[in-house]
């Protein structure tokens, strides 16, 4: 262990006079930068706060970086004088800032001073357009049909004022003060151009509070995106990011994004046995195989039966009903973030999932799945989708870039 | 960093199998187990998960233990046909489930598993008793006269639904899915006896964002708690504790704590240039010290003026009226989380600090600090208290015995 504080020390140097500037020389962890990763690396712990995640690269930071421990969402709205004008250079404010923040270094102008002493920790913002952005815009004929309203479902009980929005921010950290400094400067940066209109703060494991590195669990106590496609799939580039030759041309290297904030009614389900549980879902609370056999990783045998007669994986389990095969092979990244906003008055918690998912086509991506299990997902008792968004996410920023850059200047 | 990743890895077992009981045989780094070690300390990042703090101790965890990365805060009142009886049955079914989650166990019963695979990550979980307490168990002369209510502060404004309460719980560890897990089964232990009040989310740095060792920073940007006295202090037990001769006799070995929820009105503050937020304060932000120069730990030189014949740390500075020298030599031990709980509908952050200290009496600590600060402190026009307890935690359970017992069965 003392060997341990002593290499901290050394990778984070000393803080007191450098200050912000430190995780900047650090190690070059992040996911953008060592392509051959996988999303489900953790980073390690004895840099925690220098690892680093690049900024400029093909696709934005965010989406297939390891999930950080502390994340925030953040929708904006273009003030009434706002345009296209006022739009390009905020995204050119909000694009400097964050890759001086991912960096380590503190903003250009006044700061908070929140983060000092401590590297990026991992840090990453994401930014991305709605549908309504580009009607405030006069960007109309270069918005994607992909950004089309979602369908509404059965199962919906959403919050406008916390749904949509014309911007969207996701900032993740391995640290929550780095990860709220950074929420505070794009904030201050959107300046008279734009206004919060809705925001929300999310949480996953900790590096280092388990051994286990492929997946989290959520509330409900179960592990979290054992589906989940993988970089090193073929098909991995083409389900979730707009090809180069995609339309339209300025999400080349885009993805677009569904938020939803799930509540779990965390009440009724603990009042469910284990084997009640694992029924909903179609898999082992334990370690995530599925109630057919094997581990995590297995496939489920959907067409086996038990003794009884019936299918082992019940028609309406969860596990079921999202597999991609039962999908018409329409996958999506999830990257979700637990939320815990207290209780209400009937002492129940205000906790669920902020679902983050990614995918190259929504249409075949969250909707063909969502709208499966809004029919018969037997888990839909126990959840309520409370707020939802959806967003497009253009490609990252090359160097001189701004995200954005090629709609807003296009 | 490979070392790292074995070391951890050889550490935290193989989590698979064994789930929860990881924890339990790792590492015994909380500080009840280790008294030399000071509270500034961080855990050693290798075994972040599997660091233990000690449940059995003279004082409960949780005071001295070094500050976690997330905070629950959170205050049951019994119900209306709760009493002695029903209270001391509530404290022994948390006391042991206290004991258990902080070794790294699963809950006696039926578990959430939201816990699962990690380890207990420096989980430490801490118990209080408000003044309504004592009435609504016929304990009244049991009540210690330093339960008495705070006096009214001229800056308050406090929410009555979130300040108060029969019985708090401070739940703390380095990990967001065991601090949630440990709240959920305190939750579910309450039972028919008692009901949550309020409860409160708050956050510290995570060990490894930064080199800094001893102090962190709060959502002002500034370092917090240099000030605080040290275990290593020759009065610290006497300043903190209540001694083994003290009255009454079942608090001996215990602390009184005192909870404010402080809003910090960051709009406001942000607009202050460096120059001026130093001056509110009296130290440099940048490493905590002195406006009268030395390093944080330096003693300000309270009488020094400048070359305009003005004091250099003003009258109203925050440094110089929470001096223990200009306060009778009080003292306190500041445990804080920083919190934030979203935007509200001026786009203003709600956030602020969940402002906790620890003292032997609260006459000599809290009170006399924050009615001088209540008179004339430069950063009270930049916060607001806006909930507020005060309770009585009594010391630590010997082996075989629960939190509180010699009050409810002395």
Chains 1, 2 share one sequence.
């Not at 995780?23 to 992040?30: V, Y």
């Not at 694009?95 to 503190?106: I, Q, V, Y």
């Not at 839909?380 to 497009?392: C, D, P, Q, V």
């Amino acid at each position: 262990m003392a060997d341990n504080g002593i290499s901290r020390r050394r990778l984070l140097g000393t803080a007191g006079a450098t200050g912000l500037a430190l995780g900047a020389a650090g190690g070059a962890a992040g996911y953008a930068a060592a392509p051959s990763e996988t999303p489900e690396q953790t980073p390690s712990l004895a840099s925690l706060g220098a690892d680093t995640v690049m900024f400029h690269g093909k696709h934005q930071p965010g989406i297939t970086t390891p999930l950080q421990s502390r994340g925030h969402l953040v929708a904006f709205d273009l003030t009434a004088g706002a345009g296209r004008k006022e739009a390009a250079a905020l995204l050119r404010r909000w694009s400097a800032t964050a890759e001086r923040l991912m960096a380590g270094k503190a903003p250009a102008g006044e700061d908070t001073d929140v983060a000092r002493d401590a590297g990026p920790s991992s840090l990453s913002v994401t930014f991305g357009f709605g549908h309504s952005f580009f009607g405030r815009t006069g960007l109309e004929k270069q918005r994607p049909s992909a950004l089309d309203p979602l369908p509404d479902f059965s199962s919906d009980h959403l919050d406008k004022a916390r749904s949509d929005g014309d911007l969207w921010v996701q900032i993740g950290a391995n640290d929550p003060l780095v990860a709220f400094h950074a929420l505070r400067a794009i904030q201050k940066e959107a300046g008279e151009a734009a206004r919060v209109r809705w925001q929300m703060n999310g949480f996953n494991r900790s590096p280092g509070a388990t051994a286990r590195p492929m997946t989290t669990r959520n509330l409900m106590g179960q592990i979290d995106g054992s589906n989940n496609p993988k970089p090193s799939d073929d098909d991995f580039e083409q389900r979730i990011f707009v090809p180069a030759s995609g339309e339209p041309q300025w999400m080349a290297g885009g993805s677009y994004v569904v938020v939803r904030r799930i509540r779990m009614l965390l009440d009724d389900w603990e009042k469910l046995g284990l084997k009640e549980q694992e029924a909903v879902i179609g898999r082992h609370k334990s370690d995530g195989s599925p109630l057919t056999g094997g581990t995590e990783t297995t496939e489920p045998k959907l067409e086996k039966a038990g003794a009884d007669g019936e299918y082992v994986i019940a028609l309406n389990a969860h596990a079921r009903i999202t597999r991609p095969d039962q999908n018409g092979g329409s996958a999506m990244l999830r990257r979700p973030y637990s939320y815990h906003d207290g209780f209400d008055k009937d002492g129940e918690p205000d906790a669920g999932l902020l679902f983050v998912c990614w995918q190259a086509d929504p249409l075949r991506g969250f909707v063909p799945v969502q709208r499966k299990l809004d029919r018969g997902d037997a888990l839909s008792k126990f959840i309520r989708h409370e707020a939802s968004g959806l967003f497009a996410v253009p490609g990252g920023a090359v160097k001189g870039e701004y995200v954005g850059q090629r709609l807003l200047e296009g």
